[in-house]
């Protein structure tokens, strides 16, 4: 018993003093990511048919991220890895915004590379656990965003689909107009022919008075259209021509005499000064500008 009571205390020591270590290395854990975590991503994870062209992935901390030194940009460039399914890492770049807190930028590095991004294929961007903010908070565990890149063989071939029904239906409309056109265009040439009876009657197994009566009558009904036509052009061209009129009479509206200022209604009189008319010089007797023989004549 004693043995017992004895180990059951050794137990209860340990277990006193290991418990603090690990409430204070979660505390730790928990201390390290407070408040720092991913808010959004472009693509989202689990995105699918994203672009392949320029192969990029935008990230919204919710920390300012911008680094403090070259070493800490460099150590956080090493937390970020995208790689394919099957464990084929692409080259990367990673970039920060001066101007929206939290945002950075991890785009693929492929333009001086013989790499493929490849269309149908699914991707994953692990940011790993030692990423730090600006603050010095580290990131404290991994995190995937995983997306599918976009099928481009499909693409293409809706995109012709799309193309030959569009090329297919403009078409249809096109040959369905000018169809719609010529029976117009006949049904207007038939509507100036004279129908001869005794064909027609033939033709369709009519009698001749049937036949003419309903000429007659669709002639009178066109001959109507015609007049009412007529009619409602020649009263727009009279209402046209009053409206001239009246506009010609007001423009060659004479007065019949000149009326004083004061048959308008107003008060103001004009005073009349008589001025005197200017005096005439008179000429010089030694005019300027002469020269010496046009003097000479004078005085002779």
Not at 48 to 66: A, T
Not at 132 to 152: M, P, R, V, W, Y
Not at 243 to 250: F, I, Q
Not at 256 to 273: C, F, R, W
Request: charged share 30%; hydrophobic share 35%.
């Amino acid at each position: 018993m004693k043995r017992i009571g004895a180990l059951v205390c050794f137990i209860m020591m340990a277990v006193t003093m290991i418990a603090p270590a690990a409430f204070a290395a979660t505390d730790a854990d928990n201390t390290s990511k407070a408040g720092f975590e991913v808010v959004s991503s472009t693509p989202e994870n689990g995105a699918k048919g994203v672009s392949v062209e320029n192969l990029s992935v935008k990230l919204y901390f919710s920390k300012d991220m911008v680094p403090a030194s070259n070493a800490v940009e460099k150590a956080n460039a090493r937390q970020f890895k995208l790689a394919d399914k099957d464990g084929n890492e692409l080259p990367i770049k990673v970039y920060y915004s001066h101007e929206e807190e939290g945002l950075m930028m991890v785009v693929s590095d492929n333009i001086d590379r013989k790499i493929q991004i490849n269309g149908d294929t699914e991707y994953t961007l692990t940011i790993g656990k030692g990423l730090k903010a600006a603050d010095g908070t580290a990131f404290g565990a991994d995190e995937e965003i995983t997306f599918k890149t976009l099928n481009q063989k499909r693409s293409t071939t809706v995109y012709t689909l799309l193309m030959v029904a569009m090329m297919v239906g403009m078409v249809v409309y096109t040959s369905k107009h000018a169809k719609k056109m010529a029976e117009k265009e006949k049904e207007e040439k038939s509507k100036h022919q004279t129908v001869n009876p005794y064909k027609e009657a033939k033709k369709t197994g009519k009698s001749v008075e049937e036949i003419v009566a309903k000429d007659q009558q669709k002639k009178a009904k066109e001959a109507e259209a015609a007049a009412k036509k007529r009619a409602e052009a020649e009263e727009f061209e009279a209402e046209l021509e009053a409206m001239l009129e009246e506009k010609r009479k007001a423009a060659n509206k004479r007065v019949s005499g000149p009326k004083p200022i004061s048959a308008a209604g107003s008060e103001y009189k004009v005073k009349v000064v008589k001025t005197q008319k200017p005096q005439q010089k008179k000429s010089s007797t030694n005019p300027k500008n002469q020269t010496g023989k046009q003097k000479n004549k004078k005085k002779k």
